[in-house]
């Protein structure tokens, strides 16, 4: 099983989610999407589709990705790079393979930075032309709030057990789960204290069969209410 989604970084709401067989393909799920003018689409290498890529630059949106080694190109231009903030080269490029060139007949942006903190040298392509290289490649970074929204999901959601086996039993329990912490992340949108998702659930795992107003029960909780009273923890040593 696999479970596609579309992060809005904004607020790190998921906008779209498709939940399929572990068989499909990432880059099929490019052909789901909505594609809206003026976006940036943040996406691995696993969704490296030059055809789809194309259509969200017709469909007037921008994408940044990762090149393969083997991208076969020409350069057609370039502008100054920054080595100093890592920015290694900036290029105007067009495809020259015999697929690839088909598929995204159009210039690209290639874009050579080097990742000083993980020690990592990496190859953008993006099909935005104004923003500064460095931002580019910061809009990449910003897309481990994927990989942290996954692991946000696993250690807090946890689905221990499924409790049927056919495809529309998993499915159910995965959309519950993902319902669960859009609610609760639009609810922290919304707290003027700003707690933590885990605060939050914490908080409505003890209030759970409470008829209580939200913004009530948040407000008689802290971080101290939350810790265990010491004086009423059993001892198993005198000491």
């Not at 969200?56 to 502008?79: D, H, K, P």
């Not at 060139?101 to 903190?117: G, K, T």
């Not at 409470?210 to 909780?221: G, H, M, N, R, V």
Request: aromatic share 12%.
């Amino acid at each position: 099983m696999k479970l596609h989604t579309l992060l809005d970084l904004r607020g790190n709401i998921p906008t779209a989610v498709y939940v399929t067989g572990g068989q499909v393909h990432d880059v099929n799920l490019l052909d789901q999407l909505a594609l809206e003018a003026g976006a940036f689409y943040l996406v691995d290498r696993g969704y490296l589709d030059y055809r789809r890529l194309y259509l969200i630059t017709q469909a007037l949106a921008f994408f940044v990705t990762r090149a393969e080694q083997n991208t076969r190109y020409r350069r057609c231009g370039w502008r100054r790079s920054d080595p100093a903030a890592g920015v290694r080269s900036d290029q105007t490029v067009r495809l020259t393979g015999p697929k690839s060139s088909l598929r995204y007949p159009a210039p690209l942006r290639r874009i050579h930075y080097v990742d000083a903190e993980k020690d990592l040298r990496l190859i953008f392509l993006t099909n935005n032309f104004q923003l500064q290289a460095l931002t580019i490649a910061q809009l990449y970074r910003a897309r481990r709030q994927v990989e942290l929204f996954f692991r946000w999901i696993k250690q807090h959601l946890r689905i221990r057990a499924f409790y049927g086996t056919s495809p529309n039993a998993v499915k159910t329990q995965v959309w519950i789960t993902i319902t669960v912490y859009v609610l609760v992340a639009l609810l922290k949108k919304q707290l003027p204290s700003d707690p933590s998702l885990y605060k939050i659930l914490q908080i409505l795992s003890v209030t759970i069969f409470e008829k209580t107003p939200i913004s009530l029960a948040f407000s008689q909780y802290n971080d101290q209410s939350l810790q265990p009273d010491p004086c009423i923890q059993l001892s198993l040593f005198n000491l």
